[in-house]
């Protein structure tokens, strides 16, 4: 029901439906997508019965691109921007403006509740920008000094801002943490907080990936979590463990490291080739290229390995230098490639299709009790 071409509501399409479970989109259309999603959350917030607690998870479009805003905040965000000359980087601006001027609005209603004393916001995005080089280069992005971004497992994708706010965390104003965060350890954070404020919680049945990050939330406290699982395909992995990083196969498209949008060019550092033809390469600029990787001789795989605290722009890979390192990270891919669930393909339920509730896709049915769905599991040679 959103035409991606402009961000703006364009009513609801006939072959993919709308995903508002309101039909505001009928009633809507040609309106800005970022401020009709902001109204619906002050809704939302302003008739909530307040005796009772909220969960509200709000998304916006901004600052993902196509960068493209009503036309009166080029007056309202520009102003004193001179010093930005790309068109790209400008549109971000504003766009930037947009996701302001939302949370703004949706935080002041909050404020405005007799829930506010008691609420938690949480910002946080799912990777990070496309630079100008990458694909979708029309974003104006830039995730400087991290290398890369979007569609990569290059830290410029893996590595994005967040920050919470609100009166429970009002004493750690301003303070930062560079600790270790992983999206899975949400739920056992906000768990914790939650049962900590009201004695009340929801027992956990099943082992789970996330970890309680209270602590570092609500003291600033270190970050418990000391690995991450970023990527386990056949086709290419990626893992944390402690300061480093290991990519094996294909990182992505693009490298990341050209047009920085005027910040300082940053290079791939090789190790001085001690052949006379590798120097003679290196005199002439040519030490490598994209391929600041190494062969593994026990199986072919092209190996990076990173200090990413270090070296958060990925210049250097230690893989030759780390060889033990390099065989305990992959063995403890090996290991996740063990326990790993097989992928499910859920065959389609016609009764569940956005024509059957006028256009709009909702819940089809209060219970799956007596429903049958077509599975198939797929082994582990597909992942």
């Given amino acids: 029901g959103v035409d991606q071409s402009d961000m703006r509501s364009s009513g609801i ?36 019965d307040q005796s009772k607690p909220m969960f509200l998870y709000f998304s916006v479009p901004n600052v993902h691109a196509p960068s493209q805003t009503p036309d009166y905040y080029g007056e309202k965000y520009l102003n004193g921007l001179d010093h930005v000359t790309d068109y790209d980087r400008k549109e971000l601006v504003l766009n930037l403006g947009g996701l302001e001027e939302s949370v703004y609005n949706l935080t002041e209603a909050l404020r405005k509740s007799n829930m506010w004393e008691n609420t938690l916001v949480i910002f946080i995005s ?3 920008g496309t630079p100008v080089d990458g694909p979708m280069s029309f974003s104006g992005s830039s995730n400087y000094p ?8 290059f830290e410029g994708a893996l590595r994005t801002p967040a920050f ?10 301003g303070q930062e943490s560079d600790g270790t965060f992983h999206v899975s350890d949400w739920f056992p954070t906000l768990r914790s907080i939650i049962q900590a404020k009201t004695n009340k919680t929801v027992q956990i049945v099943n082992e789970i990936d996330g970890v309680d990050q209270s602590d570092m939330i609500l003291n600033n406290g270190a970050s418990v ?11 290419n992995q990626a893992y944390r463990m402690g300061d480093y990083k290991i990519i094996i196969g294909n990182p992505g498209e693009y490298d990341g490291y050209k047009k920085h949008l005027e910040r300082p060019e940053i290079k791939i550092k090789y190790d001085e080739p ?17 391929g600041d990787y190494i062969i593994d001789p026990t199986d072919g795989a092209k190996v990076r390995l990173y200090n990413v605290i270090t070296d958060p722009s990925e210049t250097y890979n230690l893989a ?15 290991k996740f490639q063990e326990i790993v669930m097989p992928a499910q393909f859920n065959g389609k339920i016609s009764a569940a299709h956005h024509k059957h509730s006028g256009g709009i896709w909702m819940p089809w049915k209060d219970d ?6 077509t599975q198939k599991i797929i082994t582990k040679t597909e992942l």
């Avoid at 991290?146 to 497992?153: D, M, P, V």
């Avoid at 001690?274 to 994209?290: H, N």
């Fill in 146 to 153: 991290l290398r890369s971004g979007k569609n990569t497992l």
């Fill in 126 to 128: 799912d990777n990070g």
């Fill in 320 to 334: 030759a230098k780390k060889p033990e390192l390099v065989r305990e990270m992959r063995a403890k891919l090996a």
């Fill in 368 to 373: 799956m009790e007596g429903v049958e769905i």
């Fill in 13 to 48: 399409n006939a072959e993919y439906g709308g995903d508002f479970k309101e039909e505001i989109l009928k009633k809507e259309s040609g309106q800005y997508l970022t401020k009709l999603l902001t109204d619906e959350a002050i809704r939302v917030v302003e008739e909530h």
């Fill in 274 to 290: 001690e052949d006379f033809l590798g120097q003679i390469k290196c005199t002439l600029g040519l030490c490598g290229t994209f």
């Fill in 225 to 235: 979590r000391k690995e991450i699982l970023h990527q386990l395909n056949l086709g």
């Fill in 164 to 173: 919470v706010y609100g009166p429970l965390v009002d004493h750690l104003k």
